[in-house]
């Protein structure tokens, strides 16, 4: 499975728009860019999940360029209730029920007001 | 999606007993997983169980400190054999519907 790198943490303010990066240089023509966030004594909660180009959904927009060694995850005008750990994971097809996911050290966002 | 419900939600447990976890799912699913997440850090994968056949460990976990049982595609549970402090984490279970995973809500554990 392919490694990510992330920023360990990153600060904002309420309103702003939020964008966190991943790299993951040695992602394989199969695999798919999934974003999860988890909050404090709770499990990871998906996000948003992409392949290439540009993804949105009513959460979140997620940025990947052609070469997809990096993708960006942009949270429009956060909340303190975006305050979360946001982990970028990459694997094959995500559709197959029996793909394990591996976790890379995530990003914690702090919204301060 | 599916809504895994995870018990006990926490514990404390005295050196060298043993405690099991237990998931259960409100659909059928192929594939289970459970993570240890110890404070501050991020999630590593213990093991994939699948219904009717052994758990597959990963690198570093054995199945005599976490055994595992998957008896029907609704259900399964962790066990830590033998604890110690340095079993003292958050264990979560979690499952794949279509292109996203669903997690429970964690045990935590601590041993004393």
């Known amino acids: 499975l392919a490694k990510t790198t992330q920023p360990i943490s990153m600060d904002s303010y309420e309103g702003q728009e939020v964008n966190i990066t991943c790299s993951h240089n040695?992602?394989?023509?199969?695999?798919?860019i999934t974003w999860y966030q988890q909050f404090p004594s709770q499990g990871p909660r998906f996000i948003i999940q992409g392949y290439k180009t540009k993804v949105t959904n009513e959460v979140a927009s997620l940025f990947i360029p052609a070469d997809r060694k990096s993708s960006t995850l942009s949270l429009p005008r956060v909340s303190l209730s975006d305050t979360a750990v946001y982990y970028c994971l990459v694997g094959a097809p995500m559709g197959g029920a029996t793909n394990k996911l591996i976790f890379g050290t995530g990003t914690l966002l702090a919204v301060q007001p | 999606s599916a809504v895994i419900s995870q018990k006990p939600s926490r514990d404390i447990c005295q050196r060298g007993t043993s405690l099991t976890i237990q998931c259960q799912v409100d659909s059928q699913v192929t594939m289970m997983f459970w993570y240890r997440q110890q404070p501050g850090q991020s999630l590593t994968l213990i093991a994939t169980?699948?219904?009717?056949?052994?758990?597959?460990?990963e690198s570093g976990f054995v199945i005599d400190k976490f055994p595992i049982s998957r008896p029907n595609l609704t259900f399964s549970t962790l066990t830590v054999s033998n604890m110690s402090p340095e079993d003292s984490s958050i264990y979560l279970c979690s499952t794949r519907i279509g292109i996203e995973a669903f997690f429970g809500q964690g045990t935590r554990l601590t041993v004393v």
């Open positions: 169980a699948n219904q009717g056949s052994e758990a597959t460990y």
């Open positions: 040695n992602i394989a023509t199969n695999d798919y």
